[in-house]
């Protein structure tokens, strides 16, 4: 709640679930990060060491554990939604089926997350042994030739990959939050049988021009793009007034 009567998206939330779920996939990508490359190493040979690495099996304790990262953000959202009481009758229970559903496609989209690394691993080392080679023609035709370490290229593959990860884990977690919230927000409205919202912005210079135009405006759920579905918008809604759907209307 980041302004008074606007229901938007936490950041900071958002920010950790990024963090906790990204050391959730690194954990069970680590056997990949464990590959011993050598300078003898060919491509086959490379791609055999990484396709050898066994995808994980769908364990109860990694369902658990990753139950207590969900409950985190849940419970975060729990208690900003609950913020809203006076305004809109909350109770838990409307949060229950989007919340099924967020755990249960989050999961999936974890779990995904190993074979993402073994694809991001694979598409490091085939550019980087492309650059090794590209140096090493380069070297071998110098007077004083210095050593080029294959190895060295083959570990930066390593830590490429992990970035790749990373970033697309900040992608997943935003996209999701913004899908969560926007869920939730409009199965409140819902269940008060409130059709309008109010439209409000951060109101900075980060919004994008086409949500700008949108601040303060009376807009109705399943009309147009909502706050929250676009990719990082941090806009959220606000209970119209009488006097604002009466002018709206």
């Known amino acids: 709640m980041d302004r008074t009567g606007t229901l938007n998206i936490d950041r900071e939330t958002e920010f950790k679930y990024s963090d906790d779920i990204y050391e959730f996939i690194l954990k069970h990508a680590s056997d990949f990060l464990d590959i011993k490359f050598t300078e003898d190493d060919t491509e086959n040979t ?14 109860s304790r990694d369902k658990e554990a990753f139950l207590m990262v969900a409950a985190f953000f849940l419970n975060n959202y729990n208690e900003l939604f609950a913020k809203f009481q006076g305004q809109i009758n909350f109770t838990a229970s409307h949060m229950d089926h989007t919340s099924t559903t967020f755990i249960e496609n989050n999961y999936e989209m974890v779990l995904s997350g190993f074979d993402l690394f073994r694809e991001n691993l694979k598409k490091s080392i085939f550019n980087n042994l492309a650059e090794y080679k590209k140096a090493k023609e380069i070297n071998d035709k110098l007077d004083e ?8 290229y083959l570990n930066n593959s390593k830590k490429e990959a992990k970035e790749k990860v990373k970033n697309k884990t900040k992608f997943w977690a935003t996209d999701q939050t913004g899908r969560f919230v926007n869920d939730v927000t409009k199965e409140l409205f819902k269940q008060n049988n409130i059709q309008y919202y109010i439209w409000e912005t951060m109101r900075d210079d980060k919004v994008r021009p086409t949500h700008a135009e949108l601040q303060g405006k009376l807009r109705k759920f399943g009309e147009g793009i909502e706050p929250g579905q676009e ?8 209970i119209p007034s009488k006097k604002e759907l009466n002018k709206g209307g």
Do not use: A, F, M, W
């Not at 490379?46 to 364990?59: A, C, G, M, R, Y």
């Not at 030739?145 to 060295?152: A, T, V």
């Not at 990719?231 to 606000?238: A, E, K, P, T």
């Open 145 to 152: 030739p210095k050593e080029i370490s294959k190895l060295e």
């Open 231 to 238: 990719y990082n918008c941090r806009c959220g809604v606000r």
């Open 46 to 59: 490379i791609i055999e060491k990484i396709e050898n690495v066994e995808t994980k099996e769908d364990d």
